[in-house]
């Protein structure tokens, strides 16, 4: 487990050195140690021999690549971008591309583990990677983001590929930056080439279905967890911290469950009301205000309130170690679904297990995505176009069928549900790597 701090004593004898501050304690929220924690978790329950643990807790590549972009006033801005490629021996990569200005290596190294994880906790035939670039996407224009994004692609593109590693989006990507990944692609390479990305608009091969697919697994494994839990969806409380792609079209799917959407929250913060809000009205709010802050009908309330107020399902969908050692024992909800990845730190999943709080982990709550990023490149490499209805009944099978393998591992190891989902995952990727063995 990462290490805690102890608080220092706060007494002083005489004679002893000058007194230090007290500090609270601390908790390592590196993303990527905190990754393989939950990997040696799982190795350790697997009793997965020392030389396999080395190759499954460290990615297989990195390439870290610069940018430079012609801005809009002439000057040029030169962006720091990352692909991590983690482990291919279930099928070629694949992952999001992140833009924030917060994206670190490590960051890119741990979303790329997940991914592994995740692919492996539905089964689909996938490896696990990410990218990343290091910009501040709200303060650039369409066009600057186009020369980016297409600079990246060129940089990235000696490594991806439909049969060596398939982008998505990620957090402040969406369809068109696929758009133009593709078409660098296909530029370069002098063919058309769809199965490259994933997260595409339909018109050029996109998924019906893949743009509410993360929302969708999501709510299918929350369903099924309200089942054992006995707790009925139908006025069932909801609070979601993050509204974009993963968090508004969640509040969308619960209200349409008829569950009360009680709290809904951005980067400006949140608002609330226990009588519940509209997901459509607050949608086209922030279409028009670019926050949901603000919106009639809710008082305001901030993001740390949110992920502490009462409810029975909380969602977290915005980014990485929101519930920690700080304020997990105030969480009050009975389920915490997470459509982030990594919003849990190791010792806030400790704390809300003790306290009897089900934590759906994100390798198998927001594998919705990848699941239909899969569906996607399937019908691109076989020219097929599925409808919505099969889309969404092909997508229920896999992760209904992924959480009650989850709950099975569960109750073979006596373990909660993330060290259940890791132990499946990591025990389908070491499988493939010993049968496939070493190579040279
Ligand atoms: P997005 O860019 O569409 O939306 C992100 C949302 O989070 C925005 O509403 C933004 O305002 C909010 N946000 C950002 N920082 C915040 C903060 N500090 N506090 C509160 N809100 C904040 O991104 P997305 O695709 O919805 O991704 C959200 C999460 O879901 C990420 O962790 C991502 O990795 C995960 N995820 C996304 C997909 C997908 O298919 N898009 C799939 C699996 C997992």
Redesign the pocket.
């Known amino acids: 487990m990462a290490t805690v701090a102890k608080p220092t004593t706060p007494t002083r004898q005489i004679g002893a050195p000058p007194m230090v501050p007290r500090i609270a304690p601390r908790e390592d929220l590196n993303p990527f140690r905190i990754a393989q924690i939950q990997f040696d978790m799982a190795a350790e329950f697997l009793k997965l021999d020392p030389g396999l643990r080395q190759i499954l807790r460290t990615p297989k590549r990195v390439l870290e690549v610069s940018l430079p972009t012609k801005m809009d006033n002439g000057q040029v801005k030169v962006f720091t971008g990352y692909r991590v490629q983690h482990n291919v021996s279930r099928g070629p990569g694949k992952g999001?591309i992140r833009y924030h200005p917060n994206v670190t290596l490590d960051e890119v190294k741990a979303l790329a583990a997940w991914m592994t994880w995740k692919t492996a906790t539905v089964n689909v035939p996938f490896g696990g990677a990410k990218g990343g670039v290091i910009c501040d996407p709200k303060r650039m224009s369409k066009s600057e983001l186009e020369r980016m994004t297409r600079r990246y692609a060129s940089e990235i593109l000696p490594i991806i590929g439909p049969s060596m590693d398939i982008p998505a989006?990620?957090?402040?990507t969406d369809a068109q930056t696929m758009a133009w990944i593709m078409d660098t692609y296909a530029m370069t390479i002098g063919h058309s080439a769809h199965g490259v990305v994933t997260g595409k608009p339909i018109s050029i091969g996109g998924s019906e279905g893949r743009n509410e697919a993360?929302a969708r697994g999501l709510l299918y494994v929350v369903e099924e967890a309200c089942k054992l839990k006995k707790i009925s969806l139908r006025g069932a409380t909801v609070a979601i911290?993050?509204?974009?792609?993963?968090?508004a079209t969640a509040a969308r799917l619960f209200a349409e469950k008829k569950a009360k959407i009680v709290a809904l929250?951005?980067?400006r913060g949140g608002v609330t009301n226990s009588r519940g809000i509209d997901p459509i009205k607050a949608i086209r709010y922030k279409e028009r205000s670019g926050t949901v802050v603000g919106m009639p009908g809710a008082s305001r309330l901030s993001?740390d309130e949110l992920l502490t107020m009462k409810c029975d399902i909380l969602v977290p969908?915005?980014?990485e170690n929101v519930i920690t050692l700080h304020n997990a024992e105030a969480v009050k909800a009975r389920i915490v679904a997470e459509?982030?990845?990594g919003p849990t730190t190791p010792h806030a999943d400790e704390i809300l297990a003790r306290r009897g709080i089900t934590v759906l982990p994100d390798i198998l709550a927001?594998a919705g995505?990848v699941t239909v990023s899969y569906f996607e490149w399937v019908q691109n490499q076989e020219g097929l176009m599925w409808d919505v209805d099969e889309v969404n009944a092909r997508l229920q099978k896999i992760i209904v069928r992924a959480f009650h393998e989850m709950v099975d591992t569960m109750r073979k190891h006596h373990v909660p549900p993330r060290a259940g989902a890791m132990i499946l995952a990591v025990g389908r990727v070491a499988e493939a790597t010993l049968v496939r063995g070493l190579f040279p």
């Open positions: 999001g989006p990620d957090v402040y993360t911290q993050g509204f974009g792609n993963a968090g929250s951005d980067t993001n969908a915005a980014l459509a982030a990845n927001n995505g």
